[in-house]
């Protein structure tokens, strides 16, 4: 396949992907939307004004960031794992495989899809945030910088989900068990100046705090971590699971027999 | 990749043992020519499949050399996929999209222009005769459109090698003469046709070249010509007008009576069906009508893979 070939060979997978979700949109965009919008109100309009200032900043104006990107991981994540999933299990990924695509441009392709939802998401929250609290943005590049990479990174790891995937419970058991967990303790909603030193360590080990925090940073200005850091973290575990993924594809693990 | 050469499909010494031990196939040999049209018999778990799974790269081999059109696949699988086309047995397509979108984003796995992609699917949605149910969710077609929706699948990339894999399994008589047609034409338009098929009628009447499969080894490659040549007798059903009362006797013709105005006999290739006729007619028996038990290849299939399960005993 010449350069040419293998661009349109993306720009399908691409496609069929944003085609996919687009066209299960009460299914995909609608719910991640609702979902926010209740925690909006929950937690910004009337629990909110009870809690104060979290880090110098109304409660609403600290959690925004974390919200939004928890969408932003959420649905970069669910997107890979269930496309990727779904086409092993109607097989139709057969149709990839006996295909002259490049391994990375599958690989590429599914990650774009699912970075398209999640983004999309992201920033269908981000529009609805407004209505609910004011925001002057403090450094638009660390803003798209963080998001981007984190949703890559996100993406990456549901194929490497579905790829070892076996059954529908095996595509919910990560994001049920772990990725949720890792969320609401990754300072979504609160400051790890809370928890004190020693528990403030252990949070560190957390991935999430890094991008959660850069993103509020990005937004905010303010931020429990440093940011180069957060980068840093993100790039090196988005290298990491890039090559994991690339591997498994290459390999044709629980692909092909 | 090695213009001289002639062959479609060149396999040597193909081995295939799964994760769990299953010996698939024991380093089998075949050939197939450019312009063929191929079939690959056996019964199940014969290893038809896996051979079929190793030539579209969806079935790792463990040893051996396979070559499509002089590309290797394990120097270039790449090169080689973009010859071939397959057919696979099962449905494997995304059962909420349409055909239409099915056939484009085939096209483009394959690096083809969206413009191109869309007269291709069209022209293939139209001689398959599924162009007015190019719009609707493929869940949605019925068992015989959903075969032809992958064969026009196959064919987006043009492929000079189409693989079918029992490509009429669950069709109604009339579609699978169309779709013989169909196939027949596409041959002699100069693709290479390799199918796996558990009508024999079916190899029969298409295919110029068989290869036998069985217990993962080749029991037989020749052409269905010499192959027919081989059959040493044939089992004939006799309709007589006269009613039966006990089963007549003929010597040399052994005779079972099946009902009232049916008889069987097996009639080696030496002898001649007129002298039976002769012998029968001087008992008062007058034949009406006569046909084949099964289809002559059914039969020289059925010897051969005995032969084989009896050779593996002995062995």
């Known amino acids: 396949m010449d350069n040419h070939q293998k661009w349109i060979a993306f720009t399908t997978i691409v ?21 926010i919008v209740l925690y909006f109100v929950i937690f910004g309009r009337l629990i909110g004004g009870r809690i104060g200032e979290m880090s110098g900043l109304p409660y609403i104006q600290f959690v925004a960031p974390g919200l939004i990107m928890m969408s932003v991981i959420t649905n970069s994540y669910s997107n890979v794992v269930s496309s990727f999933y779904g086409s092993k299990f ?15 441009i599958i690989l590429l392709g599914y990650v774009v899809g699912g970075m398209s939802r999640g983004l999309g998401v992201g920033a269908l929250v981000t529009i609805l945030s407004l209505y609910f609290a004011d925001f002057s943005l403090h450094s638009l590049p660390i803003t798209i910088g963080i998001v981007l990479m984190t949703s890559l990174m996100f993406s990456l790891a549901g ?39 020693f528990w403030g360590s252990v949070s560190l080990i957390n991935p999430i705090l890094y991008m ?19 980068f840093g973290m993100v790039g090196l575990f988005s290298a990491l699971l890039f090559f994991v993924a690339l591997n498994l594809l290459e390999k044709g693990s629980r692909l092909r027999s | 990749m090695n213009q001289s050469t002639k062959s479609a499909l060149q396999i040597s010494q193909l081995t295939k043992v799964y994760e769990d031990g299953f010996v698939a196939l024991k380093g089998i040999d075949l050939n197939v020519a450019e312009g063929d049209f191929f079939a690959l018999l056996g019964p199940n778990g014969a290893g038809k499949s896996t051979t079929i799974g190793i030539i579209c790269s969806l079935v790792r081999k463990t040893e051996g050399l396979v070559t499509i059109f002089g590309y290797d696949i394990d120097a270039d699988f790449s090169g ?11 449905f494997n397509f995304n059962q909420f999209e349409k055909p239409i979108d099915i056939l484009i984003n085939q096209a483009g796995y394959f690096g083809i222009p969206a413009k191109i992609a869309a007269e291709r699917a069209e022209k293939y949605l139209m001689q398959l005769g599924l162009w007015d149910r190019a719009h609707v969710p ?8 959903k075969r032809r929706l992958m064969i026009a699948r196959a064919l987006m990339h043009e492929p000079k090698l189409l693989v079918l894999d029992e490509p009429t399994a669950g069709v109604d008589i009339e579609l699978r003469r169309s779709m013989w047609e169909f196939l027949q034409e596409i041959n002699k338009q100069g693709t290479t046709i390799i199918l796996t098929t558990h009508y024999l009628e079916e190899a029969e009447s298409l295919c110029r ?19 027919i040549s081989q059959l040493n007798k044939e089992t004939f059903i006799l309709d007589t007008r006269e009613q039966l009362s006990s089963c007549p006797e003929v010597e040399g013709y052994p005779l079972k009576q099946v009902d009232t105005n049916t008889l069987e006999v097996e009639v080696e290739k030496t002898q001649s069906i007129n002298e039976l006729f002769a012998a029968l007619t001087s008992q008062g028996l007058h034949v009406v009508s006569m046909r084949n038990k099964t289809n002559r290849l059914e039969e020289l299939f059925f010897d051969l893979v005995a032969k084989n399960l009896q050779e593996k005993g002995n062995g």
């Open chain 2, 209 to 227: 070249n068989v290869a036998i499969i069985d217990h993962g080894q080749i029991v037989q490659n020749t052409s269905i010509r010499e192959l």
């Open chain 2, 138 to 145: 493929s869940r949605t077609l019925s068992g015989g459109m």
């Open chain 1, 159 to 197: 194929l490497i989900n579905a790829v070892f995937a076996n059954s529908f419970d095996d595509i919910s058991i990560i994001p049920t068990f772990v990725l949720t967990p890792l969320i609401y303790l990754g300072g979504v909603f609160y400051s790890i100046e809370l928890l004190g030193e």
């Open chain 1, 212 to 230: 959660v925090n850069a993103f509020r940073y990005g937004m905010v200005g303010i931020t429990d971590i440093n940011i180069a850091w957060s």
């Open chain 1, 15 to 35: 496609r069929r992907e944003i085609h996919r979700f687009m066209r299960i949109w009460p299914q995909t965009l609608v719910p991640p939307v609702i979902t």
């Open chain 2, 80 to 90: 080689a996929k973009q010859y071939v086309g397959v057919v696979p047995q099962e």
């Open chain 1, 90 to 104: 109607q097989r139709n990924i057969e149709e990839l495989l006996v295909s002259p695509t490049p391994n990375w």
